[in-house]
């Protein structure tokens, strides 16, 4: 079965810290993955894709095919950096989005 | 020039009544969505379609029925609301079925009581 997995449903951090998300999925083939940020009270927004690989806000991530891994990193976190993060991927040619359970980030300042 | 507008952005109504959520898109694409976020933040697709035409559906209620009149437009209706659909639904829009970046509306938070 397809799943995707974020494992820390709500991580604190200091401001300046570096921060983690870690995201894992179990998908057949090569999935694409994105991260999607909602910030409070607000829309969610493509942060990332990994086709990209760009930073955006000073956050980027890697896609990692041996351990199925697409974790999310920002080394120094800012306040503005609290919301709540999501990994999505899907397969290639799959409309179908596949939304982990989220992970709150809070940076403490 | 907002790109994907729900109506309502609150609603709030009592079991058993009927209500529909609106969305339109103004940013020419195929594919629309419809999700619902409980309140863990779990967020799950309910349908999708493209060109007007069903492509997901989820397992989702028969009380829920999407209508698309016309590829800018993707309405949910639900009918005998019941306080476990309290949720905010949020629409969205991807250009295509293969080009899947999905841009979202604002969100409509519906509460039954």
């Known amino acids: 079965a397809q799943r995707v997995t974020q494992p820390e449903k709500l991580l604190s951090v200091f401001k300046g810290a570096p921060v983690e998300l870690k995201c894992n999925y179990s998908?057949?083939?090569?999935?694409?993955l994105f991260w999607y940020v909602q910030y409070s009270r607000q829309r969610l927004q493509l942060l990332l894709r990994?086709?990209s690989r760009e930073s955006i806000k000073g956050f980027t991530a890697d896609l990692n095919k041996g351990e199925t891994s697409f974790h999310l990193k920002k080394p120094f976190a800012q306040e503005e950096d609290s919301a709540m993060y999501y990994c999505?991927?899907?397969?290639?040619?799959?409309?179908?989005?596949?939304f982990g359970k989220g992970n709150q980030v809070v940076v403490i300042p | 020039d907002t790109a994907v507008s729900q109506t309502p952005k609150y609603l709030v109504t009592q079991m058993g009544n009927d209500k529909s959520i609106k969305c339109e898109q103004n940013?020419?694409?195929?594919?629309m969505y419809w999700y619902k976020q409980d309140s863990k933040k779990f967020l799950k697709i309910m349908f999708s379609?493209?060109?007007?035409?069903?492509?997901i559906n989820e397992t989702v209620p028969n009380r829920f029925s999407p209508k698309s009149p016309d590829k800018a437009h993707l309405n949910l209706h639900i009918n005998s609301l019941e306080l476990g659909d309290s949720a905010v639904y949020f629409c969205?829009?991807?250009?295509?079925?293969?080009?899947?970046?999905?841009?979202f509306g604002p969100g409509t938070r519906l509460t039954v009581t």
């Open positions: 998908y057949s083939g090569s999935p694409e």
């Open positions: 940013l020419g694409h195929d594919t």
């Open positions: 990994h086709i």
């Open positions: 999505a991927p899907r397969r290639y040619g799959n409309n179908r989005l596949a």
């Open positions: 969205a829009s991807s250009p295509d079925r293969v080009r899947n970046e999905q841009y």
């Open positions: 379609y493209n060109n007007k035409e069903l492509i």
